[in-house]
């Protein structure tokens, strides 16, 4: 591939790996040791300093339900992350399975072995500026960092970067937020608290907005912090008087427009202090010594675009609890769409009630998610897992979560291994029946299907 040295002979060329992984987030991380344990050559690129997403760089306090009431359904890669974190945390039970808090530091460190201790390269501060496409499918990306920029080479690539960064840049479909309106889900930037009074915290008012007698009401009332425009306050205790806050929204955030992520950093920090200074006027017993000791290093970005794969997932399906024969897992998180800011303003006119577009199942109640949501069409050697998957929007806001993108990132790098090893290393061709035994093989929970 002497071609690059003849663009630029300032960018240097790597042509040792098999596959690539864009983006160290839950589904990244677990792609790239799923890849590394089918024996292959791994490298993983996260443009942060640190694995693990929004459970560690964007300090989201909890994971969200693991069970689907009865047992546990994220099983494999991802329960093991899971009984890791439960494991390092004294105040959390060992049979927790639902909202379990997260310690953000130790999260790193659990991400940090399970990709090391695969087999498979971190680089971290690298990020992906461009990719080379061949024969409807990616030859190289491109990635820059302290090094300048080069070129990376690899048979087969999986996108985790939660925008479809890859597979939209290499001509794949997509789509992005609302269908008519153009809206997309409002961001989120967590935050902790150190300091806080333990007891008072949990026998005054329950901050979260579910609560109606929650001090959130008051202070959206008061108008006294402008930033603060609903309710939306959940919150874990993770660790000894402090609390992890996934709290506020601020809206008109494109995670794919440099200069609205910007923005929307700058106004979540504000919306952080405001959340703050509220707690302490209208819950002082718990929270008047508190102190904002961090706000998260990335803001939570609930949806960007979503992939056009080989099958797309439909809130019909949903709705069913269908099951499918290629599905390389199962999902039971309720449908999640954080509404724009007019719902809102709606909402405290009694005009729009969240509740009403959600969907709930039973205690053993789940969905199959299809391996063809992870391909999309017309590109040949890319999978896509996490939130960008082939999907409609209202299922997208259910399988955007960690413990869903922790098991379709195991999948992912499965099925990147098998494809790596076929001719024309074509994620379209994969035997789904072999991809799902291997994966029941290491623990996955995939009920059989008729």
Same mark, same amino acid.
């Given at each position: 591939m002497a071609g690059y040295e003849l663009k630029s002979r300032e960018i240097g060329l790597d042509?040792?790996?098999?596959?690539?992984v864009a983006g160290g987030g839950p589904a990244g991380c677990t792609a790239a040791a799923a890849a590394a344990r089918e024996g292959k050559k791994v490298l993983l690129l996260e443009a942060s300093g640190a694995l693990g997403g929004?459970? $560690?760089?964007?300090?989201v306090p909890a994971w969200c339900p693991f069970s689907d009431k009865e047992k546990i359904i994220y099983s494999g890669l991802a329960e093991k992350v899971f009984t890791q974190c439960k494991e390092g945390m004294t105040h959390v039970s060992n049979g927790a399975m639902d909202w379990v808090a997260i310690d953000p530091e130790l999260l790193k460190r659990i991400y940090d072995d399970l990709v090391i201790e695969s087999g498979a390269d971190v680089l971290f501060h690298s990020s992906i500026c461009a990719v080379d496409k061949e024969n409807n499918g990616i030859s190289a990306v491109i990635v820059s960092n302290k090094a300048g920029l080069t070129a990376y080479m690899a048979k087969v690539f999986i996108d985790c970067t939660g925008d479809a960064d890859l597979a939209a840049w290499a001509g794949?479909?997509?789509m992005k937020g609302d269908e008519e309106s153009g809206d997309l889900?409002?961001? $989120?930037?967590c935050f902790i608290l150190t300091n806080v009074d333990e007891y008072h915290y949990h026998n005054s008012e329950n901050l979260h907005g579910g609560n109606k007698k929650s001090p959130m009401y008051a202070i959206v009332d008061s108008g006294k912090f402008p930033l603060i425009k609903d309710w939306h306050a959940c919150n874990n205790i993770i660790g000894p008087r402090t609390v992890g806050f996934n709290s506020g929204h601020v809206w008109n955030v494109d995670n794919t427009?440099?200069?609205s992520l910007t923005e929307g950093l700058i106004t979540g920090r504000k919306l952080a202090a405001q959340l703050h200074q509220a707690f302490i006027e209208f819950s002082p017993k718990a929270f008047a010594s508190s102190f904002l000791v961090s706000t998260g290093s990335l803001l939570g970005i609930r949806e960007t675009r979503r992939i056009i794969g080989d099958y797309f997932l439909t809130v019909e399906d949903y709705v069913a609890r269908r099951s499918f024969k290629d599905e390389i897992g199962r999902n039971c998180y309720f449908i999640d769409v954080h509404g724009s800011a007019k719902e809102v303003e709606l909402e405290k006119k009694g005009k729009f009630n969240w509740e009403s577009r959600t969907r709930r199942y039973e205690p053993g109640e789940s969905h199959g998610i299809p391996y063809g949501c992870l391909t999309p069409k017309g590109v040949r050697n890319v999978l896509v897992a996490g939130r960008a998957v082939s999907c409609d929007r209202p299922v997208q806001g259910s399988v955007r979560v960690m413990p869903v993108c922790l098991v379709m990132g195991e999948a992912a790098g499965v099925a990147a291994a098998a494809a790596a090893d076929n001719a024309g290393c074509d994620v379209h061709t994969v035997d789904v029946?072999?991809?799902?035994?291997k994966l029941k093989e290491y623990g996955g929970y995939l009920p059989d299907v008729e």
């Amino acid at each position: 591939m002497a071609g690059y040295e003849l663009k630029s002979r300032e960018i240097g060329l790597d042509e040792s790996y098999d596959i690539i992984v864009a983006g160290g987030g839950p589904a990244g991380c677990t792609a790239a040791a799923a890849a590394a344990r089918e024996g292959k050559k791994v490298l993983l690129l996260e443009a942060s300093g640190a694995l693990g997403g929004m459970g $560690t760089g964007g300090l989201v306090p909890a994971w969200c339900p693991f069970s689907d009431k009865e047992k546990i359904i994220y099983s494999g890669l991802a329960e093991k992350v899971f009984t890791q974190c439960k494991e390092g945390m004294t105040h959390v039970s060992n049979g927790a399975m639902d909202w379990v808090a997260i310690d953000p530091e130790l999260l790193k460190r659990i991400y940090d072995d399970l990709v090391i201790e695969s087999g498979a390269d971190v680089l971290f501060h690298s990020s992906i500026c461009a990719v080379d496409k061949e024969n409807n499918g990616i030859s190289a990306v491109i990635v820059s960092n302290k090094a300048g920029l080069t070129a990376y080479m690899a048979k087969v690539f999986i996108d985790c970067t939660g925008d479809a960064d890859l597979a939209a840049w290499a001509g794949a479909e997509f789509m992005k937020g609302d269908e008519e309106s153009g809206d997309l889900q409002p961001a $989120t930037h967590c935050f902790i608290l150190t300091n806080v009074d333990e007891y008072h915290y949990h026998n005054s008012e329950n901050l979260h907005g579910g609560n109606k007698k929650s001090p959130m009401y008051a202070i959206v009332d008061s108008g006294k912090f402008p930033l603060i425009k609903d309710w939306h306050a959940c919150n874990n205790i993770i660790g000894p008087r402090t609390v992890g806050f996934n709290s506020g929204h601020v809206w008109n955030v494109d995670n794919t427009d440099p200069k609205s992520l910007t923005e929307g950093l700058i106004t979540g920090r504000k919306l952080a202090a405001q959340l703050h200074q509220a707690f302490i006027e209208f819950s002082p017993k718990a929270f008047a010594s508190s102190f904002l000791v961090s706000t998260g290093s990335l803001l939570g970005i609930r949806e960007t675009r979503r992939i056009i794969g080989d099958y797309f997932l439909t809130v019909e399906d949903y709705v069913a609890r269908r099951s499918f024969k290629d599905e390389i897992g199962r999902n039971c998180y309720f449908i999640d769409v954080h509404g724009s800011a007019k719902e809102v303003e709606l909402e405290k006119k009694g005009k729009f009630n969240w509740e009403s577009r959600t969907r709930r199942y039973e205690p053993g109640e789940s969905h199959g998610i299809p391996y063809g949501c992870l391909t999309p069409k017309g590109v040949r050697n890319v999978l896509v897992a996490g939130r960008a998957v082939s999907c409609d929007r209202p299922v997208q806001g259910s399988v955007r979560v960690m413990p869903v993108c922790l098991v379709m990132g195991e999948a992912a790098g499965v099925a990147a291994a098998a494809a790596a090893d076929n001719a024309g290393c074509d994620v379209h061709t994969v035997d789904v029946q072999a991809l799902r035994a291997k994966l029941k093989e290491y623990g996955g929970y995939l009920p059989d299907v008729e």
